[in-house]
């Protein structure tokens, strides 16, 4: 397995655990985390802050990896997040598209429906 693809693996494995402190770092100080649905965010700090918003009201998740492919600095995975928010859940396809550098995540690109999201958890 490439460095890179381990990293990303390790990422996506980080999300279970809901924790903002552990999942930033893997991110470059002037990393780039774009939800496609809505705007890029940009700098370690402030994807770290997002991160925190839209996850407050998880109460568990776990993304299963259904596909990973690694060309050089480029990881991209086809994944199902499983969401819990208390009693509401969603099965949300997504693909996630990562660009790394000096083993950190310069830019990464999810790709999915804001729609599917929406009408299963509010």
């Not at 370690?44 to 050089?72: H, M, P, Q, Y």
Request: proline share 4%; aromatic share 10%.
């Amino acid at each position: 397995m490439e460095e890179n693809e381990r990293i990303v693996r390790s990422f996506i494995a980080a999300w279970s655990r809901l924790d903002p402190d552990e999942l930033a770092p893997y991110f470059a100080e002037d990393g780039v985390y774009h939800n496609m649905p809505m705007g890029p965010v940009a700098g370690r700090a402030n994807v770290e802050k997002l991160i925190r918003g839209f996850i407050g009201s998880w109460t568990e998740t776990k993304w299963d990896v259904l596909n990973i492919l690694c060309s050089g600095n480029v990881v991209i995975a086809e994944r199902v997040d499983r969401i819990r928010a208390g009693e509401k859940s969603v099965a949300l396809p997504v693909v996630g598209v990562f660009e790394l550098e000096g083993g950190k995540i310069k830019k990464w690109r999810d790709y999915f429906d804001m729609a599917t999201y929406q009408r299963a958890m509010t």
